[in-house]
């Protein structure tokens, strides 16, 4: 469902002038990240072992979940 709504969504918030670059640009972090996760996660694993792999992933999904709660705050008036 995220991979249809991704260009929809771009395109409406952002237009139509320079799509191609911008929805470029908005999928270098993702696939970054997707290319970095065994490597990190194999790292963790061998310097902290089970604890540490579980709380790297609970800190970034706190962190994930503070920053989407800023973003999406509405602004006072």
Known sequence: MGSILRPVLL????GRAGFGAISGAAAVAPILAIAAAPS????LLG???VP???GTGTALALGALCLGAFVTRQPLQ
């Open 11 to 14: 395109m409406e918030k952002l």
């Open 47 to 49: 310097l902290g072992g």
């Open 40 to 43: 990190v996660g194999a790292a």
């Open 52 to 54: 540490a792999l579980l």
